[in-house]
DNA sequence: TTTTGAACTGTCACTACCGACAGTTACGTG
DNA sequence: CACGTAACTGTCGGTAGTGACAGTTCAAAA
């Protein structure tokens, strides 16, 4: 019951936002679960790849040279089904789903770090996507029972820390989308646009001018301050100024 | 200890995936928990409003009737601190911030529902937003010990059962992204292009031709299946095929 | 009542885009 | 070796987008 009071306390001073240094919540981590290892990415994807917008962990340079070294992030299987999904990931089901890993294990085994352990997705908005990998060192069997009790502990943490991540780097974004406003006739021309249609064919939808359709565009593109309709699609969508039709 | 067996049994089910159907999820969380009412709502931004895109719930008719009647959705504090946001959203906490959502919370009491809970957010790819929220019927003092100890569970079953909707409702469009794949030089013309860079501009900071350019984009917009440039670089902002710069 | 903002329209000249024609070169796989 | 795929290039003719000119109408806010 010490323990169950210590995660309580500890999941409610990450909800009241008293923790966004990430060396400070893998301490708190550390503390009050059994866990071995923390590792918290966020990226987005880029033509096959992962573009990595931010990296914090606790494997220690070491670890981190291997990986980097031996290019194990095109075979790590965690980084794709996590990236890619919205469930946990089991990392002993990864491996054995996917035995073109076992390079990655094996690399983990010859630095001494276990290879037990979950990732947990962490969708954020704008397509991008993190996950919180949570490596733990112990048996089989106990890990499986120790999974079952606090994988919703792990789940809410990871929740809020990934929250606090969000809103202090949401913040430098924030004041460019301020005079993004834009009428209803220029959302509507700009979905249009979007979804490909010529300026006659949005005026003639819309039943106006095709005239207008372009002075409703060229005060989407100064709003946006942009230099075609092309870029200014690409804002919009990026922004959710328009809807996905 | 028995709650606490029923609780773990209950997210096991979920985390297996053996929770599709909504009316199902709900019914299981009110009978492990002592919840009033649901609601899931899955919805995307659209010019100040909001296009719903899948809502759930268990208010019943009457409710639903008055919600839409009343246009509560215009004053719904919880509606944009959810979805707009990533932390829990306390009812109580949101009625005291807003006073102007009163109407809201008259309205629930006149037909008997209770003004506690709290509503999840949960983020979704591609720039969508869904939440849970979930009604309770008890004091105040006893909802909070009872939101301590449970707000874990919440989110990991929030969590598991929006992965179920999405993973659900995305097998209709996951065909036509399949042979969406974009070659290193068509993703980097369609990346320039979404920068606003005409041709001639591409060409210049590629050191290619600019019929090698149109050529690259004419395949983007045969792979894509679309009609311009424009629309291209929409359905690639929308699915994540180019980076934001 | 004046002012502001949104919605709306017309013409001209220029540039950008787009489809269809017809190719070359290089690399890896069966 | 043949085959497929990616990267690359040229020309022609038509359509679409873009900026700058100069306006009207209507409703709501100051």
Sequence with gaps: MTE????LDMLEILECGGCVEPAHFFTLMRRTFRIAHLLYLEAEPYADELKVCRLHHTFGAYAAEIYRARALHRIDPILKLALGGVRPVEWTMA???FPECEPLF???QE???STEGVALPLPSPAGRMALLAINVNMPADEWSTYRRHHLRDFQLAANLFHAAML???A???ALSVRDMRLTSRE???LTWAAAGKSYWEIATILGISERTVRFFMTNTRRKLNVVSNT???AQAVRHALIPTV
């Design 95 to 97: 491996r054995h789903r």
């Design 187 to 189: 959302t509507e021309v």
């Design 171 to 173: 913040m430098a974004g």
């Design 4 to 7: 169950q009071q210590a995660v």
């Design 106 to 108: 094996e690399a983990a």
């Design 231 to 233: 870029q200014a699609v």
């Design 111 to 113: 630095i001494g770090l």
């Design 167 to 169: 809103e202090h780097g």
